[in-house]
């Protein structure tokens, strides 16, 4: 047998020993231990584990990197949304485009190869962010695969020109539609009229909500009632609803109970989440990220993702997901090696499955493949192991080779010490 591609002494996920993986034509053709044949190019991996690829199920690419034109005094949500409204009158296309294809390069080289990203459409932007984005995701597509998602960050129904303008980019290319209830004046109304137009192209619907700490205020009812009204299940994703950190355990079963019979994901942003909840508190500051883990188990279709990076909602970040679900799993206190797997399964498979991009390491599946520097998914998450190669389609698309640390020569003194001189 011959073929393009052979990666030797891999490691996958319930698998012990180090398997190869044979790809021709941007196909996986066989995966076994030890084997012969003839190959235009091989590579060892040296027992490194690997998969199908991060996926980033929400991440803000057109208002990233925006650090230094915007001030953060109180870290709060609605200073955020502020100053990111000041900094987006002075956006233009290319700008958007540099500071987006520098954070997706950096996604890229952290294994990430699937990602959809909001893009916010309104009055003050325009379209200038929505054609940046679709040239990022025309150009790095040997990359990765991106979603978009036309977005109404600042509102609908008080701003009636918003709602032609997602029109018009839905028509011209955008992937889905995401609303914003908590910052519109009528929120129900919101809701209605982004499943309309979600209807209207037979899109999918992704939501901001509930970004605070009060479980009595709530957009969720609502969001599961259109939901059920429309038809909608599996077609809606949900992200923040860091109010359902709030509940009580019977309180959170009875949520996620209806969350899972309407077929609703959730996606929870801890680096956000983190830094923007509980800022009225002055001790016992909550956590305010919405526990995904226990919703999965419930039946709830959960992922954890980047959101915004390097800007008033998350001054922080690398859009690595490795590093994003150790930073979950710490916060959230789980430690067993069942949990910390379904932890991995949040960047990665349940993510995947909520775009609509699912992949899978096997014969006869596309060789979209990430290699990690650790030998199993939980050590992926318990070190935040770096990505240290990549390949989509079988084409190699980064390589991060490992650290080496260099011979260093102990000085006398330090031997001296050694020996109780």
């Known amino acids: 047998m011959k073929v393009d591609l052979l990666l030797r002494n891999t490691r996958i996920a319930q698998c012990s020993d180090c398997i190869d993986i044979a790809i021709t034509d941007g196909v996986i053709v066989k995966m076994e231990p030890h084997i012969h044949c003839v190959a ?11 998969f199908a690829g991060f996926v980033d199920s929400h991440i803000h690419l057109d208002k990233a990197c925006i650090m230094e034109r915007c001030s953060i005094c109180a870290g709060t949500l609605e200073e955020a949304v502020r100053e990111t409204t000041k900094a987006k009158a002075g956006f233009t296309q290319e700008d958007v485009f540099q500071r987006a294809s520098k954070l997706v390069e950096k996604a890229i080289m952290h294994g990430t190869n699937r990602m959809r990203t909001f893009v916010e459409i309104d009055p003050r932007v325009g379209m200038q962010s929505f054609e940046a984005i ?32 997602l029109d018009e980019a839905l028509f011209s290319g955008a992937d889905l539609i995401g609303g914003c209830p908590y910052t519109d004046t009528n929120p129900r109304e919101h809701i209605q009229k982004i499943f309309a137009l979600a209807r209207k192209h037979d899109v999918d619907v992704d939501f901001h909500l509930d970004f605070s700490l009060d479980p009595q205020k709530t957009d969720l009812p609502a969001v599961i009632e259109a939901t059920h009204a429309h038809k909608y299940a599996g077609r809606v994703t949900i992200g923040h609803v860091t109010n359902l950190s709030a509940l009580d355990p019977a309180a959170l079963f009875e949520v996620g109970r209806k969350i899972a019979e309407a077929g609703i994901a959730l996606t929870v942003l801890p680096a ?18 919405a526990p995904a883990h226990r919703l999965a188990a419930l039946g709830v279709k959960t992922a954890i993702a980047t959101n915004n990076v390097l800007n008033p909602f998350t001054p922080f970040g690398d859009a690595s997901l490795a590093r994003m679900s150790n930073l979950y799993a710490n916060v959230m206190q789980i430690s067993r090696d069942s949990d910390i797997e379904i932890v991995f399964d949040m960047v990665g498979m349940h993510p ?8 899978k390491l096997a014969v006869g599946e596309k060789a979209d493949i990430i290699a990690l520097d650790a030998t199993d998914p939980c050590e992926v998450v318990r070190s935040s192991a770096s990505a240290i190669a990549g390949w989509k389609n079988g084409r190699k698309t980064f390589t991060r080779p490992k650290p080496q640390l260099l011979s260093v020569q102990k000085s006398p003194l330090f031997q001296n010490d050694r020996n109780g001189g």
């Not at 235009?40 to 690997?50: K, S």
């Not at 983190?274 to 016992?284: E, I, K, S």
């Open 134 to 165: 679709k040239r990022v995701r025309d150009h790095y597509a040997d990359a990765i695969d991106i979603q978009i998602c036309a977005f109404a960050q600042e509102g609908l129904t008080q701003e009636p020109e918003t709602e032609a303008m």
């Open 352 to 359: 995947a499955e909520i775009l609509g991009m699912q992949r």
């Open 272 to 289: 956000t989440d983190l830094f923007l909840m509980g800022r009225d508190y002055g001790a016992h500051v909550p956590r305010g990220i």
């Open 40 to 50: 235009v190019e091989t590579e060892d991996l040296e027992g490194a584990f690997v």
